[in-house]
DNA sequence: GTCTATAGGCTGATAGAC
DNA sequence: GTCTATCAGCCTATAGAC
């Protein structure tokens, strides 16, 4: 069985290969500039034989969707543990941002392009507080206004799933918006986030 | 001079039918489909015409961007006027995210595609509070911010400028996720700005 | 398994005839 | 002023040689 294990093995090695090549293009030039003709050079092959590891262009760009979704996944992990639910919230919010701005080719690819390559990624995960098999991401926000109902930051009978997507669109604007028209939203990813959770958390500043 | 005059009536009204024919290209089939063989078949001229009119593609995108602008400020205008700063805020809520519904292709090209065409509506808008001659539409949110401030709604010392910033991306981010993820947002345009402005005024809901 | 070569399509833009 | 014809380039994907 060795020898075919070897294959395999190769197999996989370039498949990786390609993929990370794939990944190097969207992040510095976007997808728009990820062609087949541009992996086959940055891995040294000829074009077609992409197409022996893989079905086609949007095939690539899913995987690629999922990575940057590990990824999104990787900031979010060691914040979703803070204990209290207020510090978390700012947390997350400074987490998902950061996400954003470092990774803003990954983050247009996954929630500003296509929907297509959204849905490969969610569509395994419907949004709903079941606690099953859905997103994972999104559960972290769930879970966030279910911990902030239990220490009445949260009226008890407001919906947990409403006010969480009120949350992820928040700071989707943000990320987004920043992406797109930084040169006219003067403030800061970072300063709009902090403004936002305490606004979504106690509206409005007032003069004390 | 009558002759050249009609001749320039003639001139802006074939500009006129490129623009029209552009734009219905744009709001059914998105920005990637406008393509000047398209153009050129719809007004049932030879593309090589279109570029008598019009320098290049991009310029009739800008075009195209410039008009779903005023078209925004059209929504916008109205709720502009009223007077209550808290009634005026969930009607501006409400017009903007139906403006991005309606013209959900016009926004996506506004606001979520190329900086450079969101650029050239607004570069000669910065975001300041001047009063000056910026952006109409963002000085509609900075007046709202400056009129919650005389109302008390919001800290003397707070920073109108940030806050209206906060809430466009707030705003920016229910129409722009509505967009791309519709699937995973169950919850409508609509209720989610409802509970953003609420939630914007007031914070999150607790047990009363 | 990998290549070359190419089919078959699209695009924006332009030169030059009429 | 408008056309035809075309340049020069891009793309995905595949057939068939090696």
Known sequence: MGISERKERQKTELRQQILEASQTIVV???FAALTM???AEAIEYAPATIYLYFENRDEIAKQICIHGYQELL???HPVAAISDPR???LAIAEAYIRFGMNHAETYRLIFMADPKF???ILKDAPIDDSGGPGSPAFHVLIKLLDDLKAQD???ANADSLHFAQVLWTALHGIVSLKLTCSGFLTASAEGLGTTMTHT???GLPKNS
């Open 28 to 30: 510095q030039d976007g």
């Open 37 to 39: 003709r541009k992996i």
């Open 74 to 76: 990787d900031y979010l």
């Open 87 to 89: 510090d978390r919230l």
């Open 118 to 120: 959204t849905n490969a």
């Open 153 to 155: 930051q949260l009226a």
């Open 200 to 202: 979504f958390l106690a």
